[in-house]
Protein backbone atom coordinates (compact mmCIF):
# COMPACT_ATOMS: atom_id res chain seq x y z
CA UNK A 1 0.00 0.00 0.00
CA UNK A 2 2.68 2.10 1.09
CA UNK A 3 5.04 2.41 -1.81
CA UNK A 4 2.24 2.43 -4.12
CA UNK A 5 1.40 5.85 -3.07
CA UNK A 6 5.34 7.01 -3.66
CA UNK A 7 5.38 5.26 -6.75
CA UNK A 8 2.65 6.68 -7.94
CA UNK A 9 2.91 10.79 -6.64
CA UNK A 10 6.87 11.14 -6.15
CA UNK A 11 8.95 7.87 -8.20
CA UNK A 12 11.68 10.28 -8.70
CA UNK A 13 12.28 10.52 -5.33
CA UNK A 14 12.91 6.54 -4.61
CA UNK A 15 15.40 6.69 -7.62
CA UNK A 16 17.35 9.38 -6.37
CA UNK A 17 17.55 7.82 -3.16
CA UNK A 18 19.21 4.68 -4.38
CA UNK A 19 21.59 6.39 -6.72
CA UNK A 20 22.90 8.51 -3.78
CA UNK A 21 23.61 5.63 -1.64
CA UNK A 22 24.78 3.42 -4.90
CA UNK A 23 27.41 6.16 -5.51
CA UNK A 24 28.10 6.73 -1.83
CA UNK A 25 27.01 10.23 -1.71
CA UNK A 26 24.98 9.05 1.89
CA UNK A 27 25.46 6.72 3.89
CA UNK A 28 22.97 4.10 5.02
CA UNK A 29 20.18 4.72 7.80
CA UNK A 30 19.02 7.97 5.65
CA UNK A 31 16.18 9.14 5.57
CA UNK A 32 16.34 11.71 1.81
CA UNK A 33 13.61 14.71 1.38
CA UNK A 34 12.91 16.15 -1.58
CA UNK A 35 12.61 19.78 -0.19
CA UNK A 36 10.90 20.83 -3.65
CA UNK A 37 8.18 18.63 -2.06
CA UNK A 38 8.15 20.19 1.05
CA UNK A 39 8.16 23.66 -0.18
CA UNK A 40 4.91 22.52 -2.11
CA UNK A 41 3.35 21.57 0.89
CA UNK A 42 4.56 24.52 3.40
CA UNK A 43 3.30 26.66 0.51
CA UNK A 44 -0.12 25.13 0.18
CA UNK A 45 -0.53 24.79 4.56
CA UNK A 46 0.44 28.62 4.95
CA UNK A 47 -1.84 28.94 1.95
CA UNK A 48 -5.29 27.62 4.11
CA UNK A 49 -3.67 28.78 7.64
CA UNK A 50 -4.43 32.27 6.06
CA UNK A 51 -7.67 31.87 4.19
CA UNK A 52 -8.94 30.30 7.08
CA UNK A 53 -7.36 32.85 9.81
CA UNK A 54 -5.27 29.96 11.74
CA UNK A 55 -1.91 31.38 13.42
CA UNK A 56 0.62 28.02 12.45
CA UNK A 57 3.60 26.75 14.36
CA UNK A 58 5.65 24.53 12.27
CA UNK A 59 6.27 20.81 14.64
CA UNK A 60 9.47 19.60 13.79
CA UNK A 61 9.81 16.43 15.93
CA UNK A 62 9.13 14.31 12.52
CA UNK A 63 11.75 15.74 11.00
CA UNK A 64 14.30 15.43 13.59
CA UNK A 65 14.72 19.53 13.52
CA UNK A 66 16.50 19.26 9.86
CA UNK A 67 17.91 22.90 9.03
CA UNK A 68 17.25 22.70 5.24
CA UNK A 69 13.39 21.64 5.73
CA UNK A 70 13.24 24.42 8.74
CA UNK A 71 14.92 27.05 6.02
CA UNK A 72 11.97 25.98 3.21
CA UNK A 73 9.36 26.43 5.66
CA UNK A 74 9.99 29.70 7.05
CA UNK A 75 10.62 31.01 3.45
CA UNK A 76 7.23 29.83 3.36
CA UNK A 77 5.68 31.97 5.85
CA UNK A 78 5.68 29.68 8.57
CA UNK A 79 8.32 31.57 10.69
CA UNK A 80 7.88 29.76 14.21
CA UNK A 81 8.04 26.57 15.30
CA UNK A 82 6.60 24.50 18.57
CA UNK A 83 9.26 23.11 20.83
CA UNK A 84 7.77 19.95 21.88
CA UNK A 85 10.20 19.02 24.45
CA UNK A 86 13.43 20.31 26.02
CA UNK A 87 15.54 18.42 23.19
CA UNK A 88 13.44 20.20 20.84
CA UNK A 89 14.17 23.32 22.18
CA UNK A 90 17.59 22.84 22.30
CA UNK A 91 17.73 22.13 18.57
CA UNK A 92 15.97 24.63 17.94
CA UNK A 93 17.24 27.41 19.55
CA UNK A 94 20.87 26.24 18.22
CA UNK A 95 19.57 26.74 14.57
CA UNK A 96 18.37 30.13 16.08
CA UNK A 97 15.00 29.71 14.93
CA UNK A 98 12.00 31.13 16.53
CA UNK A 99 9.72 29.62 18.99
CA UNK A 100 6.57 30.05 19.17
CA UNK A 101 4.96 27.05 21.74
CA UNK A 102 7.07 25.47 24.36
CA UNK A 103 5.60 22.76 27.38
CA UNK A 104 3.30 21.05 24.95
CA UNK A 105 3.88 18.24 24.83
CA UNK A 106 6.12 17.33 27.41
CA UNK A 107 6.41 20.04 30.53
CA UNK A 108 9.41 21.99 30.30
CA UNK A 109 12.05 20.75 33.38
CA UNK A 110 11.77 23.10 36.12
CA UNK A 111 15.12 24.63 36.45
CA UNK A 112 14.84 25.32 32.71
CA UNK A 113 12.68 27.99 32.98
CA UNK A 114 15.01 30.69 33.02
CA UNK A 115 17.06 29.29 29.93
CA UNK A 116 13.38 29.14 27.87
CA UNK A 117 11.73 32.41 29.32
CA UNK A 118 15.07 34.33 27.42
CA UNK A 119 13.83 32.75 24.06
CA UNK A 120 10.56 34.54 24.53
CA UNK A 121 8.39 31.58 23.68
CA UNK A 122 4.76 33.39 22.29
CA UNK A 123 2.76 30.81 24.49
CA UNK A 124 3.68 28.20 27.53
CA UNK A 125 1.44 25.72 27.76
CA UNK A 126 0.73 24.86 31.55
CA UNK A 127 -0.83 21.35 32.38
CA UNK A 128 -0.99 22.66 36.37
CA UNK A 129 -0.98 25.41 39.22
CA UNK A 130 2.48 24.27 40.50
CA UNK A 131 4.05 24.73 36.18
CA UNK A 132 2.46 27.92 35.96
CA UNK A 133 4.60 28.93 39.59
CA UNK A 134 7.78 27.51 38.09
CA UNK A 135 7.63 30.14 35.25
CA UNK A 136 6.18 32.93 37.43
CA UNK A 137 8.85 33.04 39.87
CA UNK A 138 11.50 32.58 37.34
CA UNK A 139 9.67 35.83 34.90
CA UNK A 140 9.94 37.72 37.76
CA UNK A 141 13.72 37.42 38.46
CA UNK A 142 14.14 38.10 34.93
CA UNK A 143 12.01 40.86 34.29
CA UNK A 144 10.13 39.77 31.85
CA UNK A 145 5.86 38.75 31.24
CA UNK A 146 4.94 35.26 29.74
CA UNK A 147 1.80 34.05 28.45
CA UNK A 148 1.03 30.92 29.29
CA UNK A 149 -2.03 28.34 28.04
CA UNK A 150 -4.04 25.97 29.73
CA UNK A 151 -3.86 22.34 28.98
CA UNK A 152 -7.51 21.33 30.10
CA UNK A 153 -9.28 17.78 29.82
CA UNK A 154 -12.97 16.91 29.82
CA UNK A 155 -13.91 13.20 31.19
CA UNK A 156 -14.58 12.03 27.48
CA UNK A 157 -11.01 13.58 25.77
CA UNK A 158 -8.66 11.58 24.23
CA UNK A 159 -5.22 11.31 24.78
CA UNK A 160 -2.52 8.99 23.34
CA UNK A 161 -0.26 6.69 25.60
CA UNK A 162 2.49 8.27 27.58
CA UNK A 163 0.94 12.13 26.27
CA UNK A 164 -0.99 11.78 29.24
CA UNK A 165 -1.89 15.12 31.55
CA UNK A 166 -3.78 18.50 32.02
CA UNK A 167 -6.35 20.45 34.30
CA UNK A 168 -9.34 18.12 34.37
CA UNK A 169 -12.36 20.31 33.61
CA UNK A 170 -13.97 19.77 37.04
CA UNK A 171 -11.41 22.11 38.79
CA UNK A 172 -9.55 23.91 35.83
CA UNK A 173 -11.52 27.53 36.89
CA UNK A 174 -10.38 27.62 40.49
CA UNK A 175 -6.77 26.69 38.73
CA UNK A 176 -7.08 29.61 36.53
CA UNK A 177 -7.99 32.31 39.47
CA UNK A 178 -5.45 30.93 41.79
CA UNK A 179 -2.76 31.12 38.08
CA UNK A 180 -4.70 34.71 37.91
CA UNK A 181 -3.01 35.92 41.45
CA UNK A 182 0.90 35.10 40.10
CA UNK A 183 3.14 37.87 39.17
CA UNK A 184 4.86 37.98 35.59
CA UNK A 185 2.42 35.58 33.45
CA UNK A 186 -0.69 35.68 31.68
CA UNK A 187 -3.32 33.32 30.40
CA UNK A 188 -4.08 33.98 27.17
CA UNK A 189 -5.87 30.75 26.28
CA UNK A 190 -6.30 26.53 26.28
CA UNK A 191 -4.94 23.64 24.86
CA UNK A 192 -5.26 20.02 24.16
CA UNK A 193 -4.62 17.52 21.97
CA UNK A 194 -5.37 15.60 20.00
CA UNK A 195 -8.10 17.99 18.50
CA UNK A 196 -8.42 16.54 15.14
CA UNK A 197 -8.12 12.76 14.42
CA UNK A 198 -8.12 10.58 11.37
CA UNK A 199 -11.13 7.85 10.80
CA UNK A 200 -9.33 4.79 9.01
CA UNK A 201 -12.43 3.42 8.22
CA UNK A 202 -14.39 6.16 7.17
CA UNK A 203 -10.98 7.77 5.63
CA UNK A 204 -11.65 11.27 6.83
CA UNK A 205 -11.27 13.49 9.56
CA UNK A 206 -13.02 14.19 12.64
CA UNK A 207 -13.26 16.96 15.61
CA UNK A 208 -11.81 15.18 18.53
CA UNK A 209 -13.89 16.19 22.05
CA UNK A 210 -11.13 17.55 23.34
CA UNK A 211 -11.40 20.24 20.61
CA UNK A 212 -14.93 21.39 22.27
CA UNK A 213 -13.73 21.37 26.02
CA UNK A 214 -10.57 23.79 25.29
CA UNK A 215 -12.90 25.58 22.68
CA UNK A 216 -15.81 26.35 25.90
CA UNK A 217 -13.59 26.20 28.24
CA UNK A 218 -12.11 29.37 26.65
CA UNK A 219 -15.47 30.74 26.58
CA UNK A 220 -15.94 30.58 29.71
CA UNK A 221 -12.32 31.71 31.16
CA UNK A 222 -13.63 35.52 28.96
CA UNK A 223 -17.25 35.57 30.59
CA UNK A 224 -16.57 33.90 34.09
CA UNK A 225 -12.56 36.03 34.77
CA UNK A 226 -12.48 38.97 31.66
CA UNK A 227 -9.39 36.85 30.40
CA UNK A 228 -9.02 38.09 26.87
CA UNK A 229 -8.52 34.77 25.03
CA UNK A 230 -5.97 34.81 21.83
CA UNK A 231 -5.50 31.22 21.34
CA UNK A 232 -7.26 28.23 21.29
CA UNK A 233 -4.40 25.74 20.41
CA UNK A 234 -5.50 22.78 18.57
CA UNK A 235 -2.82 20.30 17.33
CA UNK A 236 -3.60 16.96 16.41
CA UNK A 237 -3.06 15.56 12.82
CA UNK A 238 -2.59 19.12 11.04
CA UNK A 239 -2.83 20.18 7.32
CA UNK A 240 -5.28 22.21 5.13
CA UNK A 241 -8.15 19.81 5.54
CA UNK A 242 -7.84 19.89 9.61
CA UNK A 243 -7.11 23.55 9.62
CA UNK A 244 -10.50 24.17 8.43
CA UNK A 245 -12.23 21.92 11.69
CA UNK A 246 -10.17 23.80 13.51
CA UNK A 247 -11.10 26.90 12.38
CA UNK A 248 -15.26 25.52 12.26
CA UNK A 249 -14.76 24.77 16.20
CA UNK A 250 -13.23 27.81 17.26
CA UNK A 251 -9.64 27.67 17.08
CA UNK A 252 -6.78 29.85 16.34
CA UNK A 253 -3.87 27.62 15.99
CA UNK A 254 -3.20 24.39 14.14
CA UNK A 255 0.59 23.04 14.39
CA UNK A 256 1.48 21.09 11.56
CA UNK A 257 4.07 18.24 11.32
CA UNK A 258 4.00 15.44 9.12
CA UNK A 259 2.00 17.74 6.95
CA UNK A 260 5.28 19.47 5.43
CA UNK A 261 6.45 16.14 3.90
CA UNK A 262 3.36 14.64 2.96
CA UNK A 263 3.19 12.18 5.50
CA UNK A 264 -0.35 13.11 7.56
CA UNK A 265 -3.00 10.41 7.16
CA UNK A 266 -5.03 11.90 5.31
CA UNK A 267 -2.43 13.26 2.79
CA UNK A 268 -1.80 9.28 2.03
CA UNK A 269 -5.04 8.08 2.06
CA UNK A 270 -7.17 11.08 1.77
CA UNK A 271 -9.33 13.46 1.80
CA UNK A 272 -6.06 16.01 1.78
CA UNK A 273 -3.36 15.97 -0.44
CA UNK A 274 0.49 16.30 -0.25
CA UNK A 275 3.09 15.30 -1.94
CA UNK A 276 5.06 12.36 -0.65
CA UNK A 277 8.27 13.77 0.27
CA UNK A 278 10.45 11.69 1.91
CA UNK A 279 11.73 8.19 1.76
CA UNK A 280 14.23 5.83 3.85
CA UNK A 281 16.80 3.53 2.32
CA UNK A 282 19.51 1.64 3.46
CA UNK A 283 21.52 -1.46 2.86
CA UNK A 284 21.22 -5.11 2.26
CA UNK A 285 24.18 -6.18 5.15
CA UNK A 286 24.15 -10.12 4.66
CA UNK A 287 21.65 -13.10 4.99
CA UNK A 288 20.23 -15.11 8.00
CA UNK A 289 19.67 -17.86 6.16
CA UNK A 290 17.10 -17.11 3.62
CA UNK A 291 16.29 -14.03 4.97
CA UNK A 292 17.96 -10.80 4.04
CA UNK A 293 19.22 -8.12 6.90
CA UNK A 294 19.44 -4.24 6.08
CA UNK A 295 20.92 -2.31 8.04
CA UNK A 296 19.00 -0.99 10.85
CA UNK A 297 19.05 2.39 13.44
CA UNK A 298 16.11 4.36 11.70
CA UNK A 299 13.57 2.44 11.79
CA UNK A 300 10.49 4.59 12.78
CA UNK A 301 7.51 3.91 11.58
CA UNK A 302 4.29 5.68 13.16
CA UNK A 303 1.95 3.28 12.03
CA UNK A 304 -1.56 4.03 12.88
CA UNK A 305 -3.27 1.34 11.23
CA UNK A 306 -2.26 -1.64 8.68
CA UNK A 307 -2.02 0.20 5.22
CA UNK A 308 0.54 2.26 6.90
CA UNK A 309 2.67 -0.62 8.33
CA UNK A 310 6.03 -1.57 6.35
CA UNK A 311 5.39 -4.43 3.64
CA UNK A 312 7.90 -4.29 0.76
CA UNK A 313 10.70 -2.03 0.02
CA UNK A 314 12.65 -1.61 -3.46
CA UNK A 315 15.81 -3.19 -3.60
CA UNK A 316 18.76 -2.97 -6.06
CA UNK A 317 22.04 -1.56 -7.13
CA UNK A 318 20.44 0.32 -10.45
CA UNK A 319 18.28 3.57 -9.36
CA UNK A 320 16.76 3.37 -12.63
CA UNK A 321 15.06 -0.43 -12.40
CA UNK A 322 14.76 -0.59 -8.41
CA UNK A 323 11.15 0.07 -8.66
CA UNK A 324 11.01 -3.51 -10.91
CA UNK A 325 12.51 -5.19 -7.64
CA UNK A 326 9.83 -5.13 -4.94
CA UNK A 327 10.41 -7.37 -1.76
CA UNK A 328 8.57 -8.30 1.00
CA UNK A 329 10.15 -6.63 4.36
CA UNK A 330 9.32 -6.65 7.95
CA UNK A 331 9.73 -3.81 10.73
CA UNK A 332 11.83 -4.95 13.50
CA UNK A 333 9.61 -3.00 16.16
CA UNK A 334 12.39 -2.84 18.77
CA UNK A 335 14.22 0.15 20.05
CA UNK A 336 18.15 -1.88 19.27
CA UNK A 337 16.94 -2.03 15.94
CA UNK A 338 20.26 -3.30 14.34
CA UNK A 339 18.71 -5.27 11.19
CA UNK A 340 15.27 -5.03 9.75
CA UNK A 341 14.15 -7.99 7.17
CA UNK A 342 13.57 -8.43 3.70
CA UNK A 343 12.31 -12.10 2.35
CA UNK A 344 12.77 -12.19 -1.01
CA UNK A 345 10.88 -14.72 -3.31
CA UNK A 346 13.45 -17.34 -5.10
CA UNK A 347 13.05 -15.43 -8.34
CA UNK A 348 13.95 -11.73 -6.91
CA UNK A 349 17.86 -10.62 -6.76
CA UNK A 350 19.00 -9.46 -3.40
CA UNK A 351 22.27 -8.92 -2.50
CA UNK A 352 24.79 -7.12 -0.21
CA UNK A 353 25.54 -3.77 -1.08
CA UNK A 354 21.83 -3.54 -2.51
CA UNK A 355 20.26 -0.27 -1.65
CA UNK A 356 16.94 -1.09 0.28
CA UNK A 357 14.72 1.88 0.05
CA UNK A 358 10.89 2.38 2.13
CA UNK A 359 8.76 4.58 2.21
CA UNK A 360 6.45 5.28 5.80
CA UNK A 361 5.66 7.94 7.95
CA UNK A 362 8.37 8.38 10.41
CA UNK A 363 9.06 9.93 13.96
CA UNK A 364 12.63 11.11 13.01
CA UNK A 365 13.64 12.09 16.59
CA UNK A 366 12.75 8.81 17.85
CA UNK A 367 15.32 7.05 16.40
CA UNK A 368 18.81 5.78 17.80
CA UNK A 369 21.12 6.88 14.40
CA UNK A 370 19.52 8.16 11.84
CA UNK A 371 20.92 10.69 9.00
CA UNK A 372 18.82 12.96 6.92
CA UNK A 373 19.75 13.97 3.03
CA UNK A 374 17.67 17.02 1.65
CA UNK A 375 17.91 17.11 -1.86
CA UNK A 376 16.91 20.29 -4.28
CA UNK A 377 15.87 20.44 -7.86
CA UNK A 378 14.64 17.00 -8.04
CA UNK A 379 10.76 17.84 -9.28
CA UNK A 380 12.79 20.66 -12.42
CA UNK A 381 15.44 17.13 -13.19
CA UNK A 382 18.12 19.13 -11.32
CA UNK A 383 18.69 17.24 -7.60
CA UNK A 384 21.58 18.40 -5.96
CA UNK A 385 22.23 17.12 -2.52
CA UNK A 386 22.17 20.11 -0.17
CA UNK A 387 23.05 18.61 3.36
CA UNK A 388 23.45 15.52 5.21
CA UNK A 389 22.53 15.57 8.86
CA UNK A 390 23.38 12.97 11.95
CA UNK A 391 20.83 12.25 14.49
CA UNK A 392 22.84 14.97 16.81
CA UNK A 393 22.10 17.82 13.47
CA UNK A 394 25.35 17.85 13.10
CA UNK A 395 26.54 17.67 9.52
CA UNK A 396 28.11 14.20 7.79
CA UNK A 397 31.54 14.33 5.85
Known sequence: MMLDIITKKNPKLVQISAELHQNGSIPPDTYVVDLDGVRENARNIKQCGDANGIRLYAMSKQI?????????????GIKKAVAVDIQDFNMLTMQKFPIGHVGHLAQIPRHSTERVLKAKPEIWTVYDYERAVFISQAAKKLGVQQDIV?????????AYIAQEGGIPLTHAM?????????????????????CVMYDENERKLLPAPNIKTIADFAARLNKELGIEISHINCPGTSSCKSIEIVKQHGGTDAEPG????????????????????????TE???FAYDVACVLGG???????????????????????????????AEDP??????????????????????????????????????NMAAVSGLQSGKPKLESVIDRGGRQVA
Open 64 to 76: NRNPSMLKVISEE
Open 150 to 158: MKVIGPNDK
Open 174 to 194: DVAKRIMDLPNVRIVGTTGFP
Open 258 to 281: SAFWGTAMQQLFGPDNGVPSVTYV
Open 284 to 286: VSH
Open 298 to 328: GFAPDVAFGDMAIKDAFVGSNPDTIMENRVK
Open 333 to 370: NVKMDYYAWLMPDPSQSVKPGDSAVYFFRPQVFSTRSS
